[in-house]
């Protein structure tokens, strides 16, 4: 009976034994599903997060996102004083010269972006500095952009597209336009002014053609809010 009682015992002993065995295999399982679903799950939304900054360098002309310094804002408003109707900025970043245009310029101002993450930006941007109203974000190619609808014309462009951009501006601009090119001028056009010097240089051209190039200093301004991310 005794022996019969212990064999009864051993065998329930090796049953528990299995069954924790069991349950440490399907505890590390499930562990590691659990890794690897939290690890692909990161993937997946860094991909979608970084795709809007990588796609730009696959494209024929690589536009990337490089903010506009301060200065490069404060050339451009100067650049717009006097001016009026509307304004379109040709790949606008995260807002900054949009903002700028319609807060030190009162122009009512749209900013043309591929990249979705920046146009939201951009949107909250333009909410906090108090311009909301005048100003709208659109994401959209800016080849495919009619600028027969705008008066004024900002693009920070790269050396690669300037030439295709002067075919289009010539077909597009109306009457009385203004184009403000930063980093890189217009490949055949002369600029009617240049505001600044080196890489904070921006150059206009109106819309006829005016003879007189003039080199002209930015003043002071804007404020300290415009040192926020373009």
């Not at 490089?66 to 650049?79: D, E």
């Not at 909410?127 to 495919?144: E, K, M, N, P």
Request: net charge positive.
């Amino acid at each position: 009976m005794q022996e019969t009682t212990k064999g009864l015992q051993g065998t329930q002993v090796d049953a528990l034994l299995k069954e924790s065995s069991v349950d440490r295999r399907l505890r590390v399982n499930g562990m590691g599903l659990a890794l690897v679903g939290v690890t692909g799950g990161a993937a997946v939304a860094l991909s979608i997060i970084a795709a809007p900054f990588v796609t730009p360098a696959l494209r024929k002309v690589c536009l990337p996102y490089v903010p506009a310094t301060s200065r490069q804002v404060r050339n451009v408003v100067t650049g717009l004083k006097g001016r009026s109707g509307r304004l379109v900025d040709l790949g606008s970043g995260d807002g900054r010269i949009v903002v700028a245009a319609a807060r030190h310029a009162q122009l009512k101002a749209v900013g043309v972006e591929l990249n979705p993450w920046l146009v939201w930006y951009s949107r909250w941007a333009a909410w906090r500095g108090g311009v909301a109203s005048s100003t709208s974000f659109v994401t959209q190619d800016l080849w495919r952009l009619d600028l027969r609808d705008y008066q004024n014309i900002v693009i920070f462009g790269v050396e690669e597209m300037m030439p295709d951009l002067e075919s289009k501006l010539s077909q597009e601009l109306t009457q009385d336009s203004l184009v403000i090119a930063c980093r890189f001028p217009l490949p055949s056009w002369k600029p009617t002014a240049t505001i600044g010097h080196g890489l904070d240089s921006v150059w206009l051209y109106h819309r006829p053609l005016k003879a007189t190039l003039q080199t002209v200093e930015a003043p002071e301004l804007l404020t300290s809010e415009s040192n926020k991310a373009r």
